[in-house]
């Protein structure tokens, strides 16, 4: 799966972040854990948050980079519950094609919003289509895409690909300001390949 050109989550912090070395970050649907492990490795803020509900993916980002905490916390949570849970907690939260496509963004961009501290910031990639090809929403609404479980059968996730003026809107219905959307083309072409949208709103 080609999804855009998204590699280094460091992106989401800007050259007047104030001391990186104070920022408490995380990353909704974190998977692995591999990209907040290189903004411990390389961008070194305080601590970084890697959330994810799934119990294969919590195991395997323990076994991986455990030895990097206490500055890199696995989170076994689905993000909605997590952030909830952590009001005012964050400089910066952050999504490589993880929650926020998988989650109802009008649950999880309320609860963002209220884990952000004042003037944090969100930063996500998701697709600015299918990777059928099929255009993305005009409203917001999910659709079941081909998914497989980690024993690899088929099955199908809910995902929501939105139109960019949806994301605006939604962003700043959950209290976010400053919001800016880049399209970023894919690096691959054929099938399976998609675009990128590179959201970013402040709280």
Do not use: C, N
């Not at 919590?58 to 696995?74: K, N, T």
């Not at 993305?136 to 088929?154: F, H, L, R």
């Not at 399209?183 to 402040?202: I, Y």
């Amino acid at each position: 799966m080609h999804e855009g050109q998204v590699d280094d989550p460091g992106a989401a912090f800007q050259p007047g972040d104030r001391g990186r070395a104070g920022l408490v970050v995380g990353d909704l649907g974190a998977g692995a854990a591999r990209h907040a492990a290189h903004l411990v490795s390389h961008h070194e803020p305080a601590r970084v948050l890697a959330v994810d509900a799934s119990p294969g993916q919590h195991e395997l980002a323990v076994d991986l980079f455990g030895h990097l905490a206490p500055r890199l916390s696995i989170v076994p949570s689905d993000a909605v519950s997590h952030l909830r849970a952590t009001a005012g907690t964050y400089d910066v939260l952050y999504s490589v094609f993880g929650a926020l496509d998988f989650t109802d963004p009008r649950e999880l961009l309320p609860a963002a919003a209220a884990a952000l501290k004042p003037g944090g910031r969100l930063v996500f990639s998701t697709l600015a289509h299918y990777l059928s090809g099929a255009p993305a929403q005009p409203d917001v609404v999910a659709a079941d895409v081909p998914a497989k479980t980690p024993e690899g059968e088929a099955s199908t996730l809910r995902r929501w690909v939105l139109q960019e003026h949806v994301w605006v809107k939604i962003l700043d219905e959950a209290g976010f300001t400053e919001t800016a959307v880049d399209v970023l083309p894919s690096t691959a072409e054929g099938p399976g390949t998609a675009d990128t949208l590179l959201v970013t709103a402040v709280r």
